[in-house]
Each structure stands twice: as structure tokens, then as C-alpha cells.
Nanobody, 123 residues
Framework: QAQLVESGGGLVQAGDSLRLSCAAS????????LGWFRQAPGKDREFVAGISGSGGVTRYADDVKGRFTISRDNAKRTVYLQMNSLKPEDTAVYYCAEDETLWAVVAGASKYWGQGTRVTVSS
């Protein structure tokens, strides 16, 4: 069973950058898709970005395209979310997710989820 541990959250100002990391355990990391979701106060959890097992296919939510980049290092068993040009509306708890297929990750149907890391963007 996979375990996911997020890190890298914090308090930043609008326009700043932040990189989130998610370290994963389990034997299937290199073949599983990974993704990031976020949940803002009072809102539902929403998809942010996803990446296939090989890293060759990525998907992004429309409101983060061009600002956020998802990547993975299979040797380090870690997935990253580079967030640039942060906006106050990016404030949320960010969650890492893992599943066999990118489709399942994007759909929010992942088997495995982390506990989240909080990102706060001040104006």
C-alpha cells in the first residue's frame, strides 16, 4: 500500500513561487500516475495537475496552466508541483494522489491520498 507525504507548503505573497513535493512509498511508484489536488476553505477538493507513470503525459486545470508545472523523479520516488505567479485564489490545502491510471487521478478517483500541505498566498 502506498503512502504519500506532502511538503513545501507555506505562506507567500502574490506573485511568489513555491514548490511542493510529495514523497511516495510502495513498490509501484514508477508505473503509477500521480497528481495534485487542492481544497480551499468552504470549497470542494479540485484537480490541479496530473502526470503519467513515465512522466510523458501531463494534465492541468485551466486556471493553473502556464503557472504550475508537475514533474516526477522516479529515482527519488517524488512528485513535484512548481507553482509560479501565485495568486490569493491559489490558497488551499494541496493533496497528492496516486493511482494506476492518469484517468483515475484526474477524475479524483485515486486509491491513495496524502494528508495535505497548506499553501497561503497573501495579497
Amino acid at each position: 500500500q502506498a503512502q504519500l507525504v506532502e511538503s513545501g507548503g507555506g505562506l507567500v505573497q502574490a506573485g511568489d513561487s513555491l514548490r511542493l513535493s510529495c514523497a511516495a512509498s510502495g513498490p509501484t511508484f514508477s508505473s503509477y500516475a500521480l497528481g495534485w489536488f487542492r481544497q480551499a476553505p468552504g470549497k470542494d477538493r479540485e484537480f490541479v495537475a496530473g502526470i503519467s507513470g513515465s512522466g510523458g503525459v501531463t494534465r492541468y486545470a485551466d486556471d493553473v496552466k502556464g503557472r504550475f508545472t508537475i514533474s516526477r523523479d522516479n529515482a527519488k520516488r517524488t512528485v513535484y508541483l512548481q507553482m509560479n505567479s501565485l495568486k490569493p485564489e491559489d490558497t488551499a490545502v494541496y493533496y497528492c494522489a496516486e493511482d494506476e491510471t492518469l484517468w483515475a487521478v484526474v477524475a479524483g478517483a485515486s486509491k491513495y491520498w496524502g494528508q495535505g500541505t497548506r499553501v497561503t498566498v497573501s495579497s
